[in-house]
């Protein structure tokens, strides 16, 4: 092997090594976003909530996740997509000893919001951190180890409720120290939150950045590291070409200079955003539990089905990283969304069929359980190997260098107030239109998908960041 084979090996070594290192970040994310499935008893035990406060204690972090993934890509234009990451991590750390912790509601959801604002920054952060140092050939494979990330937390967070609350006989009994197994839930996330910390002090900024804030010595520097120092002069013109001369990023960048209006690239970035949300996967990520338990299932059984939707999506997320870079984004996106839809109707025909007990509660015959257990499972799995990582792909590469913070905001602000909207109605929809009803409106919501994929949605499949146009 030549020196110059083995220094490009190291190279790519290298990146993926603080790839994996920014998707630690995706990590907690799924993790902060799964551990609340197990917990919702204990919740409303504990706090005495109805299904309403229910609700807004489940989905309070997303309000967090929404000023974070809005300030985040801002604040990263300025301080640095390491610095944010950074403070993303301790913010996990204080959110998971709080959230355990908590001796009331608001308490409960302060502690939350300060981990959404962590899970909101990160999410936005680690995908254009990884973006901004991955070459363009397996930028997307790159990129997608997020999405992995994101389930193998969730999993990770399904797991451990699972064996918590087994332990302890239900989520409300005490386990250890005379303290209820659903606080465990959220204390086993500090030992990934403090890994996060540690191992961001010694991955490098991202050189993007660090030329648009005109430290030109260290971009040469980083980018030396990630393509070896021949290419890296060529790199930091040509990142210099693609950005403004005359002002550094701002929101103002999101018009067009001409009309005034906002650009077409940032309602298409907005559109990924929203529909990702509006599918329903997080009703299944956040009240799996609750869903099973209300068609007959056992608590029990309810935490095992998420364990394996949670391996079902590793699987589909793995499958995307292997094709992503060979078929391209905008078909698997499309082949996503007719999945999702015909899956969802078929949730939503078993919801129909099924028969309402003396407490007028739904209960599904073991025919319709199993079709609809297939089908939930099956939709898991067009998810993750679709909008799941391609949408953070696409986030993160799509907006050219001068916007791509601002384009990240917004889209991050829609992502995760559509991710509210979605979870604060769900319980509401149970007692209203009923699982039928909600399930119904996330198979419309993923058909229409399908239109704003072939008509809006254009490939960045090895395109280099600099030549990406808005």
């Given at each position: 092997?030549?020196?110059?084979?083995q220094?490009?090996?190291?190279?790519?070594g290298?990146?993926?090594?603080?790839s994996?290192?920014?998707?630690?970040?995706?990590?907690?994310?799924?993790?902060?976003?799964?551990?609340?499935?197990?917990?919702?008893?204990?919740?409303q035990?504990?706090?005495?909530?109805?299904?309403v406060?229910?609700?807004?204690?489940?989905?309070s972090?997303?309000?967090?996740?929404?000023?974070?993934?809005?300030?985040?890509?801002?604040?990263?234009?300025?301080y640095?997509?390491?610095?944010?990451?950074?403070?993303?991590?301790?913010?996990?750390?204080?959110?998971?000893?709080?959230?355990?912790?908590?001796?009331?509601?608001?308490?409960?959801?302060i502690?939350?919001?300060?981990?959404?604002i962590?899970?909101?920054?990160?999410?936005?952060?680690?995908?254009?951190y990884?973006?901004?140092?991955?070459?363009?050939?397996?930028?997307?494979?790159?990129?997608?180890?997020?999405?992995?990330?994101?389930?193998s937390?969730?999993?990770?967070?399904?797991?451990?409720?699972?064996?918590?609350?087994?332990?302890?006989?239900?989520?409300?009994?005490n386990?250890?120290?005379?303290?209820?197994?659903?606080?465990?839930?959220?204390?086993?996330?500090?030992?990934?939150?403090?890994?996060f910390?540690?191992t961001?002090?010694?991955?490098?900024?991202?050189?993007r950045?660090?030329?648009?804030?005109g430290?030109?010595?260290?971009?040469?520097?980083?980018?030396?590291r990630?393509?070896?120092?021949?290419?890296?002069?060529?790199k930091?013109?040509?990142?210099?070409?693609?950005l403004?001369?005359d002002?550094?990023?701002?929101?103002?960048?999101?018009?067009d200079?001409?009309?005034?209006?906002?650009?077409?690239?940032?309602?298409?970035?907005?559109g990924?955003?929203?529909?990702?949300?509006?599918?329903?996967?997080?009703v299944?990520?956040?009240?799996?539990a609750?869903?099973?338990?209300?068609?007959?299932?056992?608590?029990?059984?309810?935490?095992?089905?998420?364990?394996i939707?949670?391996?079902?999506?590793?699987?589909?997320?793995?499958?995307?990283?292997?094709?992503?870079d060979?078929?391209?984004?905008?078909?698997?996106?499309?082949?996503?969304?007719?999945?999702?839809?015909?899956?969802l109707?078929l949730?939503?025909?078993c919801?129909i069929?099924?028969?309402?007990?003396?407490?007028g509660?739904?209960?599904?015959?073991?025919?319709?359980g199993?079709?609809?257990?297939?089908?939930a499972?099956?939709?898991?799995?067009?998810?993750?190997?679709?909008?799941g990582?391609?949408?953070?792909v696409?986030?993160?590469?799509?907006?050219p260098?001068?916007?791509?913070?601002?384009?990240l905001?917004?889209?991050?602000?829609?992502q995760?107030?559509?991710?509210?909207?979605?979870?604060?109605?769900?319980?509401?929809?149970?007692?209203?239109?009923?699982l039928?009803?909600a399930?119904?409106f996330?198979?419309?919501c993923?058909?229409i998908s399908?239109f704003?994929?072939?008509?809006?949605?254009?490939?960045?499949?090895?395109?280099?960041?600099?030549?990406?146009?808005?």
């Amino acid at each position: 092997m030549t020196s110059t084979a083995q220094t490009q090996q190291g190279n790519t070594g290298f990146i993926i090594l603080i790839s994996c290192i920014a998707t630690i970040g995706g990590f907690l994310f799924g993790f902060d976003s799964g551990v609340i499935n197990g917990t919702v008893d204990g919740l409303q035990a504990a706090f005495n909530s109805d299904s309403v406060g229910t609700g807004f204690n489940v989905a309070s972090m997303l309000l967090g996740c929404a000023v974070g993934a809005f300030f985040a890509g801002r604040l990263a234009d300025i301080y640095g997509r390491r610095a944010l990451l950074i403070v993303s991590s301790l913010f996990f750390i204080v959110s998971a000893w709080g959230s355990g912790i908590a001796a009331s509601s608001m308490e409960f959801v302060i502690y939350r919001v300060i981990g959404g604002i962590a899970v909101g920054a990160a999410s936005v952060m680690a995908p254009a951190y990884i973006s901004e140092v991955a070459e363009a050939r397996y930028r997307g494979r790159m990129t997608s180890v997020q999405q992995i990330a994101i389930i193998s937390g969730l999993f990770c967070a399904f797991i451990s409720n699972y064996f918590l609350a087994k332990s302890a006989g239900s989520a409300t009994l005490n386990l250890w120290l005379g303290f209820e197994a659903w606080r465990w839930m959220f204390w086993i996330e500090l030992v990934p939150a403090v890994l996060f910390f540690l191992t961001l002090l010694f991955i490098p900024e991202s050189p993007r950045f660090l030329v648009s804030r005109g430290r030109k010595t260290k971009a040469l520097e980083v980018l030396g590291r990630l393509y070896g120092h021949e290419r890296a002069q060529q790199k930091v013109t040509d990142i210099e070409a693609s950005l403004a001369a005359d002002h550094q990023p701002r929101f103002s960048d999101l018009l067009d200079k001409v009309t005034r209006k906002v650009r077409p690239i940032v309602w298409i970035g907005i559109g990924l955003a929203t529909f990702q949300q509006l599918v329903g996967i997080n009703v299944v990520f956040y009240y799996g539990a609750v869903l099973w338990q209300s068609v007959g299932f056992s608590e029990s059984d309810a935490l095992l089905i998420n364990i394996i939707s949670g391996g079902v999506s590793i699987g589909a997320c793995v499958l995307t990283i292997l094709i992503i870079d060979t078929i391209g984004r905008k078909p698997l996106l499309w082949i996503g969304s007719v999945g999702m839809a015909i899956t969802l109707a078929l949730l939503t025909l078993c919801f129909i069929t099924g028969d309402i007990d003396s407490q007028g509660q739904l209960q599904l015959s073991d025919q319709q359980g199993l079709v609809a257990l297939i089908a939930a499972n099956t939709y898991v799995f067009f998810f993750n190997a679709s909008w799941g990582p391609v949408m953070w792909v696409m986030l993160g590469e799509m907006f050219p260098n001068q916007i791509r913070g601002s384009g990240l905001a917004v889209a991050g602000l829609f992502q995760w107030g559509s991710n509210f909207i979605i979870t604060m109605t769900f319980p509401i929809f149970l007692t209203s239109i009923g699982l039928a009803g909600a399930y119904g409106f996330y198979a419309a919501c993923a058909l229409i998908s399908v239109f704003f994929v072939l008509k809006f949605v254009h490939e960045t499949r090895g395109i280099e960041l600099e030549d990406m146009q808005g």
